[in-house]
Structure formats: structure tokens, C-alpha cells
């Protein structure tokens, strides 16, 4: 079936530096892959998402291209805030099925001042 | 901005005791999901429903579970006989149409359940 790896553990990092989550997925055809955001306290936030290979979404200075070749999805920022701080999950959705979200389990980003 | 709302936001029970958490979707989408997050876990599909009938569900949405759209404003969880294990965030979530899943879900804060 669907899933989705993300890797393990908190990312701890400083004020403008540069911040990767890798997000890696198995899935037949071609879904369409999503990164979400959880504030503290907060429901989960689309940031980007990308419908098909080679794709790239953005939003916020934050960047994902969608790698067929590679089956990943992985999140960038060139330069983090404090606001950044948060929990990201990578998700894809089956183009096949009824809008059914499969979710990675997320990454705490903390970013200190 | 239009936004999906939850409530209660936090829900203590005692195990075999029923529970309803209640959402409203956003007002002109017309797919609503439910989805669960048990502590330290991924966050799991349980079900999507449309015209007000269940789409598809997981297997974890068995017959204690059931959802209902009672008004035009409303969709509901029900839990009928909740279990320890059913502690977990309830996510409710809602989209303007199927578009191959290219569509977005828009999220709820969610409800935490804690069965006693």
C-alpha cells in the first residue's frame, strides 16, 4: 500500500540556517504529495504540495520538488525563523483513491534564536 | 479566511462510555474526513464521506465508529463503546471536490480524546 518515511527525530537548528526534511514514499501510479505544517496549538496547515513528477511546490521561502526517479519529496528553506518552529508531515494522496491522505510522522522543527 | 472547526477541544471519558465529537467543514466543501493521531503514531485515515454516505474507510473504522452529517452544517464521529487504545488528537478535515487527489484537505484543530 501508500506510505510515506520521514526522517527520524526533532531538528534542532539556528536562526538562518539552512533546514532539510527528507520525506521519501511508496506508491503505485502517481500520487500527488503534500507537506503540512502543525503549529503549536494549531491544526495542520497545507504549506505546499505537488500534483505530479518534477513539480516543485512552494510557499513561505520553503521549496519541495516532487522526484519520481528518487520517490521523494524532501522540504527546504534556505534561512529559518523562529517562527518556523513547528511540526511538518510529508503526505501523498492516491489519485486512484477517495482523497485518502497517508501521512509521514512528522518532524518537530525547533529553531532557536 | 473560512476555516474547519472542532469541538470540544480536549474530551475526557470513561472506557465503554460513547462520545461524539463534532466538526464543521468548511461551508461549500462537499468531502469530509476524519483522521486520528494516537501520541508519538502517524496520523491515520479513518474515513471520507460524500453525499452523505461513507466513501471509503479504513480498517481501522470499525462498528464502534460511525459519522453522520445530521444538518446542513454539521459531521460527526461517534464512538460507541470507546477502548484505552482509542485515546488519541481527532483530526476532521474537509475538501471542495475529488480531483484525483490533487484536492487540498483543509484541517481542523482537532480533539483530543482520552479514555479513562
Known amino acids: 500500500g501508500n506510505s510515506v518515511t520521514q526522517m527520524e527525530g526533532p531538528v534542532t537548528l539556528s536562526e538562518e540556517a539552512f533546514l532539510t526534511i527528507n520525506c521519501t514514499y511508496t506508491?503505485?501510479?502517481?500520487?500527488?504529495l503534500f507537506w503540512y505544517v502543525q503549529y503549536p496549538g494549531e491544526g495542520l496547515q497545507l504549506l505546499l504540495k505537488?500534483?505530479?513528477?518534477?513539480d516543485k511546490g512552494s510557499n513561505k521561502g520553503f521549496e519541495a520538488t516532487y522526484r519520481k526517479e528518487t520517490t521523494s519529496f524532501h522540504l527546504e528553506k534556505g534561512s529559518v525563523q523562529v517562527s518556523d518552529s513547528a511540526v511538518y508531515f510529508c503526505a501523498l494522496s492516491d489519485p486512484y483513491g477517495n482523497n485518502r491522505l497517508a501521512f509521514g510522522k512528522g518532524n518537530q522543527v525547533v529553531v532557536i534564536p | 479566511e473560512p476555516e474547519v472547526t472542532q469541538t470540544p477541544s480536549h474530551q475526557v471519558t470513561q472506557m465503554g462510555q460513547e462520545v461524539i465529537l463534532r466538526c464543521v467543514p468548511i461551508?461549500?466543501?462537499?468531502?469530509f474526513y476524519w483522521y486520528r493521531q494516537i501520541l508519538g503514531q502517524k496520523v491515520e485515515f479513518l474515513v471520507s464521506?460524500?453525499?452523505?454516505?461513507?466513501?471509503?474507510k479504513s480498517e481501522i473504522f470499525d462498528d464502534q465508529f460511525s459519522v453522520e452529517r445530521p444538518d446542513g452544517s454539521n459531521f460527526t464521529l461517534k464512538i460507541r463503546s470507546t477502548k484505552l487504545e482509542d485515546s488519541a488528537m481527532y483530526f476532521c478535515a474537509s475538501s471542495e471536490r475529488w480531483a484525483g487527489g490533487r484536492e487540498t484537505q483543509y484541517f481542523g484543530p482537532g480533539t483530543r480524546l482520552l479514555v479513562l
Open positions: 461551508s461549500n466543501h462537499l468531502y
Open positions: 506508491a503505485t501510479g502517481y500520487p500527488s
Open positions: 505537488a500534483t505530479k513528477a518534477d
Open positions: 464521506f460524500y453525499n452523505n454516505e461513507i466513501s471509503e
